[in-house]
């Protein structure tokens, strides 16, 4: 248990040089993610399952290296950390589906569960040094919790996603209480940013009003906060950083509420007003929760993280970013 340096731990405060493992970098946040992990001057290493669209990293593979396994396949995840060894893994893959459907539960247990497990073990039986693992949890484990979400109040899972997300957000703390593996879960709120899949809200709306179809929308009076993209992946770049991170759950975002309709509003004006939001045209989700934002102290006092883009501005970049891509494939 000497190879896990815990809390008590001293760890360099960079990355730079460091051999690093990220799972789930071709997703969203995790290509976010490989990208600055590459700029702070990482040795950066992917975990890729096969047959995957790299399409977000396409930019950066000739500086990474790339491994093909599947997280739900425990030999091919420990193949990957005995050839790797690295300092740091980011642990993001996951399969990401809120839908309140049981036919669900299978999938999530199998990818989210056992997949994060299956990283965790390997890590143990390999006998890997390692300085820290970044588990991602989700805000989804809070359910319809009373907001502001707090790390300590109890988790109240509204989905197969989120009960998944739970069970491995427990079984890494028992390994950190057992064996001192220096696992830190950061919960990241709401995120945005360039490259985001359409299903979503925010680049749903914008994708919406390049095309200049009308969006249509619950009523819009429930509350979310909004982060962008390059705050949460500096408050990942931090939890590897900091030893008293070892073991906790961390909250990672903003704490600033807005309702759905005003952000939705606010979107459509920046982008000239060219179509009509169809307000309630939606029903909500079973279960879904009025006010959803966390309280961020935690972050701020054992990350030292605080977020640097107000919404205004992460709304324009993110604007800019998809108005790029949708005229150069319009050309």
């Known amino acids: ?81 005995r050839n790797v060894q690295p300092r740091v893994i980011f642990h993001l893959a996951a399969l990401r589906n809120v839908n309140r459907d049981p036919e669900l539960i299978e999938q999530m247990i199998d990818i989210n569960f056992k997949g994060t497990i299956n990283l965790l073990r390997g890590v143990i039986k390999e006998n890997i040094t390692i300085d820290c693992f970044v588990s991602t949890g989700s805000s989804e484990e809070y359910g319809d919790g009373p907001a502001p979400f707090n790390e300590d109040q109890r988790e ?60 249509p929308m619950t009523e819009g009076d429930q509350t979310r906060e909004f982060n962008y993209v390059d705050d949460i992946v500096d408050a990942y770049l931090l939890a590897a950083e900091s030893p008293g991170a070892a073991g906790e759950v961390i909250n990672i975002g903003n704490g600033i509420e807005y309702s759905i309709r005003d952000v939705a509003e606010m979107i459509v004006r920046m982008m000239g007003n060219p179509i009509q939001l169809k307000i309630g045209a939606l029903p909500k989700r079973p279960g879904e929760t009025k006010h959803f934002f966390c309280n961020n102290m935690k972050a701020k006092r054992l990350l030292g993280w605080s977020p640097k883009t107000d919404l205004g501005e992460g709304l324009k970049r993110t604007i800019h970013w998809y108005e790029t891509l949708f005229f150069e494939q319009s050309a």
């Open 156 to 215: 109240i899972p509204v989905s197969p996603y989120s009960a998944s997300k739970v069970a491995a957000t427990y079984f890494s703390q028992m390994l950190y209480k057992t064996m001192q593996l220096p696992v830190v879960t950061v919960r990241p709120l709401l995120t945005y940013g360039p490259s985001q899949d359409t299903d979503m809200f925010i680049p749903s709306l914008i994708q919406h009003c390049l095309e200049r179809k009308d969006f």
């Open 1 to 81: 248990m000497g190879r896990f340096p815990g809390k008590s731990g001293k760890m360099k405060s960079t990355i730079r040089n460091k051999t690093l493992l990220v799972t789930g970098a071709t997703g969203f946040i995790g290509s976010h993610l490989a990208r600055k992990l590459l700029s702070e001057g990482a040795d950066v290493h992917i975990l890729l399952k096969k047959n995957s669209n790299p399409f977000r990293i396409k930019d950066i593979t000739r500086d990474i290296t790339l491994w093909h396994g599947d997280i739900r396949k425990y030999s091919e995840v420990s193949l990957c950390l």
